[in-house]
């Protein structure tokens, strides 16, 4: 049985119903967050403790409604929980896992997400809708909303990837290149675009169900480990995931199946971590912080929080967690890290596994915790940052058995 139940305004306490039209609050433009009975949900409390790998699907009660005719899905969702064989032990943590989200349909995280805001926004009937993306948001959005005959724009910004571009006209969707300065610029435009142009909005927060995904990041891992993890890391771009994450470890406390939450870890490029620069401060909101294009991990350059970030800021602090910076040098490494484990990061993803490492050298993890580092899209989407991480071969062998004779020599394998 569904357990939503309403939108809530996160500043003015509006309460709003789910079928309704909206992005932002009509009455004072502050967020929105769907609202649940916990009643309802503790219901689903077996779903966590009976684990399957599935789709998000798997967990539709506790999104809001959609009726089975308005589901979008490819498969999202279900990604390994894989144990570190290297990295963690070689730490001295025992117990450090990846969440692989580089295997989704369309080779990132967002899919989750996607699928879920595609299908909700059939199911209330609108007809057409608008997002900003670095890429990888896009790529999804144009996968889902071609699928279903959706007709949607995607503005991805100038840094991202040529493949990332192309993907995005490769699922079919209509995209834009968008220019900018600063992320605060593009904020103001979404606002914008919602409160004076009427448009319907898929970017996170301002769409008010598309992290709801994420909350499927904590009801799988919980599901797999049978436990809460001690650390999430995550990297911070809206900071949908981390938030989701959050909310969701939160759900499974109310649904009586765990009685302890994770620390949760928030992930951004030293170059833009406005994040950090707020909780170090004690800051009540984020600020402008760095410039976007000081960095590789292009899915993770904003470096302006949406709304002020309040929602990122509450995270870290309640759950006793951290913000981080790492820099370029430090994720390329963890790229090669991961790669040793058998999953092909781009930068942006592998930033988590970058800050779990500095957080082991800075004595804060300590070798009995359960760490988990979410591993949100494939090395496949920045090319250009794979050549400069892993080297070509450089012997070639030709096809003979002498030359490779020779060649095993050469690489000490005869
Ligand atoms: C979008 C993205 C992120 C950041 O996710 P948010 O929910 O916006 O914080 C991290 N990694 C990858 C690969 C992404 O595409
Ligand atoms: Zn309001």
Not at 14 to 26: E, K, S
Not at 66 to 76: A, D, M, Q, R, Y
Not at 317 to 324: D, K, L, T, V, Y
Request: with cysteine; charged share 20%.
């Amino acid at each position: 049985m569904n357990s939503a139940v309403e939108f809530i305004c996160d500043s003015c306490g509006a309460h709003i119903d789910l079928r309704q039209q909206v992005n932002l609050c009509p009455h004072c433009g502050g967020l929105l967050e769907v609202a649940y009975d916990p009643k309802i949900m503790r219901r689903s409390a077996s779903l966590m403790t009976d684990y399957r790998r599935e789709s998000i699907w798997r967990y539709r009660d506790l999104f809001p409604p959609v009726s089975p005719c308005n589901i979008v899905s490819l498969g999202e969702g279900g990604t390994p929980l894989i144990k570190s064989r290297h990295l963690g032990p070689s730490l001295g943590i025992e117990n450090l896992y990846f969440k692989n989200d580089t295997l989704m349909p369309t080779g990132s995280f967002k899919d989750r997400g996607f699928s879920l805001a595609i299908s909700y926004a059939k199911e209330i009937g609108v007809k057409r809708g608008l997002t900003y993306s670095s890429g990888n948001a896009g790529a999804s959005f144009s996968a889902y909303s071609a699928r279903t005959g959706f007709p949607g724009l995607i503005l991805v910004e100038y840094l991202a990837s040529d493949t990332k571009k192309s993907m995005i006209l490769l699922y079919g969707a209509k995209a834009a290149i968008l220019d900018f300065e600063n992320f605060d610029e593009i904020s103001a435009m979404l606002d914008g675009a919602v409160q004076q142009l009427g448009c319907y909005m898929f970017v996170n927060f301002i769409n008010p169900v598309r992290h709801e995904a994420m909350k499927t990041y904590a009801y799988e891992i919980f599901g797999e480990l049978g436990r809460v993890p001690d650390y999430s890391f995550h990297p911070v771009g809206t900071g949908g995931g981390l938030w989701g994450t959050w909310k969701g470890y939160n759900e499974l406390l109310t649904m009586g199946v765990t009685d302890r939450l994770p620390h949760m870890v928030g992930v951004q490029p030293e170059a833009v971590c406005w994040l950090k620069q707020a909780i170090d401060s004690g800051a009540e909101e984020g600020q402008i912080y760095g410039d976007s294009r000081k960095t590789i991990a292009q899915s993770i350059s904003g470096n302006s929080p949406l709304h002020g970030g309040k929602r990122l800021i509450q995270c870290v602090r309640e759950s006793e967690g951290m913000a981080m910076g790492v820099s370029d040098e430090e994720i390329m490494e963890a790229m090669r890290d991961l790669g040793r484990e058998g999953i092909g990061a781009e930068p942006s993803s592998a930033a988590g596994v970058a800050a779990f490492k500095q957080a082991v050298q800075a004595g804060k993890i300590r070798s009995t915790d359960t760490v988990v580092c979410v591993i949100t899209g494939t090395a496949l989407k920045q090319p250009d940052v794979v050549r400069r991480v892993a080297a070509m071969p450089e012997k070639t062998v030709h096809a003979d058995v002498n030359s490779l004779s020779e060649a095993l020599e050469y690489f000490q394998m005869g």
